[in-house]
């Protein structure tokens, strides 16, 4: 029965001796040449005398699964722009992203309506000029020098004059009241301008984050089919030998299916993160990362983009959303004021071309006076507007509620998240090194004929899932650190 053994397995010793001289080069020596024989004692030798040292076994290599070639190997084209460095990405965030565009133009808006506000307190001056022809003469008696004679009248039949008139608020409460209101509601528009930064910062490392452990997953599926198409080519060697069976092959065939379309998922996976990257630093086209980029700087270089804060009473969009209360709460108090009067200085310095039009008989006149506007029944105009100033209030203290809420949830979920990251990370890294040694295991009991495809193949999925697992868990933990920092921080882009 044992040379029936033996010849059973010489052509699948031959095969394997084709495939992988590493493992059949061992087998060839002779017995006298294992280092880990004993020595034999030369003829003069006595029995008792002590043998020289030996040196330490060399250890025999792992075997190797076959190469092989397939055009899903090959990896994504790497897109047409690329960033090299956190400083570049955040040039292009300032100069191209649209939510800091939109953010400048409503701080250039609110500066606007301030001076808008201004300028109902501040003195007025008007200047105006105008000309008349009478097209209709007639006859009777006009004024000269001379006295009253009889004519054609009105003479002069064209008039002109030309006038200065002077308006100074005296007692304008609401008008100074709403230029400080406007002052608030700039201060308001640029908290939130801040506000946009932080989250521009922060969609932007996201994306970063994102696009390289798309890109790193994508290479891991492919090392993992590189793997399992040698090991297919493996076991249809075997097959034909006799050593497996069709089942096998049908396994191995099956397991590098699977690979394939976590292949194309994941390439998927790399061009949609690219486009998130592309649209976070204000571009439609993709952007990729460059593979020399270090994600480990990236928290480092985050935190000199950004400035943290000690509690969520001072994040940029908790300060925001207090302004915008008192901006309300001063809409509220603007309505109170209209029903006061208000008093204005004014003053009139005209030219005419005739001086018998004039008060005094003269071309120039001047004269100064006061006025006073007293509104006293709009219609309901005012107590309709203070209602609605009273339910912008409400709103606006709500709004002011829920953000401290969601930035102290936010700001403990982000701290929260790092010490789960780094626990799950330790695990991943003790599942890839137990599955790591279970895959070698295998490989080694397969090519020598002691294992089962079945093994192979499960250790070697395991060990593809711990190896997608540890760079996930690699990238959880950057961007839970980039996110915990972000969440209690001020940004400047």
């Known amino acids: 029965m044992a040379h029936l053994a033996c010849i059973r397995w010489l052509p699948l010793v031959a095969a394997l001796s084709t495939s992988l001289p590493t493992l059949a080069q061992p087998n060839t020596e002779p017995a006298a040449s294992d280092p880990d024989a004993p020595a034999a ?40 722009r690329r960033l090299t460095s956190w400083q570049e990405a955040l040039r292009r965030v300032r100069a191209q992203t649209s939510s800091l565009r939109i953010s400048a133009a409503q701080v250039e808006q609110a500066a606007a309506q301030s001076r808008l506000a201004l300028a109902k307190a501040l003195p007025t001056l008007t200047g105006t000029a105008g000309i008349q022809r009478h097209l209709l003469m007639g006859e009777g008696w006009k004024q000269t020098s001379a006295g009253f004679e009889r004519g054609t009248i009105p003479d002069p039949a064209t008039t002109w ?6 308006r100074v608020p005296v007692f ?14 700039e201060r308001s528009a640029r908290l939130s301008a801040k506000e946009s930064e932080r989250l521009a910062v922060l969609a932007t490392a996201e994306a970063i984050v994102s696009a390289v452990t798309a890109e ?57 993160t690219r486009e998130a990257l592309g649209l976070a630093v204000g571009s439609s086209e993709p952007h990729s990362v460059a593979h020399d980029i270090s994600l480990d700087t990236l928290v480092s270089d985050a935190a000199r983009s950004c400035r943290p804060e000690q509690t969520v009473e001072t994040r940029p969009d908790v300060v925001a959303a207090r302004a915008q209360v008192e901006v309300a709460a ?5 309505v109170d004021w209209a029903f006061l009067p208000t008093v204005d200085a004014v003053s009139n310095l005209d030219y005419l071309s005739s001086e018998r039009r004039s008060a005094n008989n003269e071309h120039v006149t001047w004269s100064v006076g006061a006025l006073l506007t007293w509104q006293l029944y709009d219609g309901g105009v005012r ?48 599942t890839r090194e137990i599955a790591s040694q279970s895959a070698r295991l295998a490989r080694i009991a397969f090519v020598t004929g002691n294992g089962t495809s079945f093994d192979l193949i499960d250790a070697a999925k395991r060990l593809r899932e711990a190896e997608i697992d540890l760079t996930v868990k690699e990238f959880e933990l950057v961007r839970a650190k980039v996110m915990a920092l972000l969440a209690l921080s001020t940004c400047s882009v």
Do not use: C
Not at 172 to 185: F, I, L, M, S, V
């Open 330 to 334: 001063r809409n509220v108090d603007s």
């Open 161 to 166: 004059n030309a006038g200065l008139a002077l």
């Open 383 to 430: 107590y309709g507007t203070r209602d609605a100033n009273h339910a912008q209030l409400s709103l606006a203290r709500e709004q002011l509620t829920q953000a401290k809420r969601l930035a102290q949830v936010e700001v403990v979920r982000a701290q929260r998240a790092v010490r789960v990251a780094e626990a799950n990370l330790d695990v991943s890294r003790r």
């Open 216 to 272: 790193r997953l994508s290479e891991v599926s492919r090392v993992s089919l590189r793997s399992g198409l040698s090991t297919l080519g493996l076991t249809r060697r075997r097959a034909r030998v006799g050593a497996a069976g069709a089942f096998d092959v049908l396994r191995a065939e099956q397991e590098v299916a699977l690979t394939r379309a976590q292949i194309v998922a994941a390439d998927e996976s790399v061009r949609l």
């Open 41 to 80: 004692l030369p003829p003069d030798t006595a029995p008792d005398t002590p043998a020289p040292p030996r040196a330490a076994p060399t250890p025999r290599p792992d075997p190797t699964l076959p190469e092989v070639d397939d055009p899903m190997l090959r990896p994504v084209p790497p897109a047409a």
């Open 172 to 185: 304008a409460p609401r008008a100074w009241h709403d230029a400080k209101t406007a002052r608030r509601a």
